[in-house]
């Protein structure tokens, strides 16, 4: 069935170091994947998606990038700042008309200042 | 912060008795889907609502039920709760045409005792 697997499920860097999250499909029907972060206490928050026609998005200091072929998207973070740390959870979709996201587990991000 | 609300933000119920959680989608959005996140996962999907039906539907029993009103609140319903029905309930609202994009809202803490 339908499966994201996302790591690593923690991840710890200096402020000012860049981040990166991965994240792999198992349906190659999938063809939307938004990224997700959760603070403590909050529901998740939209801060990118990106479509299975574009190779890579960029807003500010994060970018994703998609690579079909092995079914795995990434989340890409520079300059990190401490307000970065929180819980990052990848999605996929692959049904248009139902809008079911599939998540991963989570990666819980730590910016130390 | 997104314009879905929730209410309650908590609510602590008994085994077999029945809970409502109830959201407001964002001004301009149509479409609700609800979510079940246990402490430490991924949101799964439950259901999305349509144009007051329900669209889609996740590995969940019959006793999760929903209801989507004319200006787009959603409410939901589960009966018979057990204790493994604790956890976070997010509702998410999207744009019109526009399913896949979940914006959520800060979550109801259900806890069964």
């Known amino acids: 069935g339908e499966n994201v697997e996302q790591h690593p499920s923690t991840l710890s860097v200096q402020e000012g170091d860049s981040a990166v999250i991965k994240c792999t499909y198992s349906d190659s029907a999938s063809n939307y994947f938004p990224w997700y972060k959760q603070e403590l206490g909050k529901g998740p928050q939209l801060i990118i998606d990106i479509r299975s026609n574009v190779g890579e998005k960029k807003d500010q200091r994060i970018a994703v990038t998609l690579n079909k072929t092995a079914k795995h998207f990434s989340l890409h973070i520079t300059e990190t700042q401490p307000e970065d740390s929180a819980v990052y959870f990848c999605?996929?979709?692959?049904?248009?008309?139902?809008?079911?996201?599939?998540f991963g587990q989570g990666t819980t991000l730590q910016v130390k200042p | 912060e997104t314009g879905v609300t929730q209410s309650p933000t908590h609510l602590i119920k008994t085994r077999g008795q029945q809970v409502t959680l109830r959201c407001s989608s964002q001004s301009g959005h149509n479409t609700v889907s609800w979510y079940q996140q246990a402490l430490g996962q991924g949101p799964q999907f439950i259901f999305q609502y349509y144009r007051e039906e329900e669209n889609g539907r996740g590995n969940f029993p019959p006793r999760f039920s929903g209801l989507q009103f004319p200006n787009y609140s959603s409410e939901l319903n589960v009966n018979a709760l057990e204790l493994d029905d604790s956890a976070l309930y997010l509702c998410?609202?999207?744009?019109?045409?526009?399913?896949?994009?979940?914006?959520f809202g800060p979550g109801t803490r259900l806890l069964v005792l």
């Open positions: 998410a609202s999207s744009p019109r045409g526009e399913g896949r994009v979940q914006y």
């Open positions: 999605a996929a979709s692959l049904e248009r008309n139902t809008g079911k996201l599939i």
